[in-house]
């Protein structure tokens, strides 16, 4: 069946991975590579990032349960502190394409875990950043926010939503994310899934399977 929507994560796919900002954050306390990213996959459905995204605990929470997690590790690090950097700098031929693909013809959406109290499903870091991010929300035809809908990808339900949202089926949808748990799902439910690992690839496969050039698109 022929490709009718393109859904995209944002975090790692629109704007820079923050698992980028992750190790910055790492590197600058001295903490072993990929704490961040490690401490997050353990318990995965239930430990402090899990339900601060389906906003069952609040940041206040989320900074001790995430630090308490962090210790267990033998590590000193707070959750509000991996908040603080967690918003990625946008990358301009992925918005550029966004606006290619919709004229084209084809529905857009968006889904994203994001945690509530933050600006925007982005999570910006200040109202400039907010207002950049708004203005890129406005390309989807439906963003669903976990913090929102109180479910966080992997969980099959949230792309079934968005199948729903853009009346499309499943195998009528493209799928791009920068974690391959989250594309799973997707390529289970039917999608075409694309696991992005930068910006050049990401277009380029695009571009393939919807038969548009988007490889031209301003870097």
């Not at 890129?136 to 992997?154: H, L, M, Q, T, W």
């Not at 899934?193 to 490889?215: F, H, N, P, Y």
Request: glycine share 8%; hydrophobic share 50%; with cysteine.
């Amino acid at each position: 069946m022929d490709i009718r929507a393109a859904i995209f994560d944002f975090g790692g796919v629109i704007t820079a991975s923050p698992f980028e900002a992750f190790n910055r954050l790492e590197a600058e306390r001295g903490l072993p590579h990929d704490l961040v990213r490690r401490i997050n996959a353990a318990d995965p459905d239930g430990n402090a990032w899990a339900l601060l995204e389906r906003a069952e605990i609040g940041r206040a929470e989320f900074d001790a349960r995430f630090a308490a997690e962090a210790a267990a590790l033998g590590h000193d690090l707070r959750g509000a502190d991996v908040l603080a950097v967690i918003a990625g700098a946008i990358r301009p031929g992925m918005v550029a394409a966004l606006d290619t693909i919709r004229a084209a013809g084809f529905k857009l959406g968006c889904i994203t875990n994001n945690v509530p109290g933050s600006s925007g499903p982005a999570m910006a870091a200040d109202a400039h950043a907010e207002s950049r991010y708004a203005d890129i929300f406005a390309r989807f035809d439906c963003v669903i926010e976990s913090a929102k809908a109180g479910i966080r990808k992997p969980d099959p339900r949230i792309y079934l939503m968005m199948c729903e949202a853009l009346a499309a089926s499943p195998n009528e949808c493209v799928y791009l994310d920068d974690l391959g748990i989250n594309c799973k799902p997707a390529a289970v439910l039917g999608m075409t899934a694309i696991k992005v690992t930068g910006e050049a690839q990401a277009l380029e496969d695009l571009s393939r399977v919807l038969d548009i050039d988007l490889v031209g698109e301003p870097a």
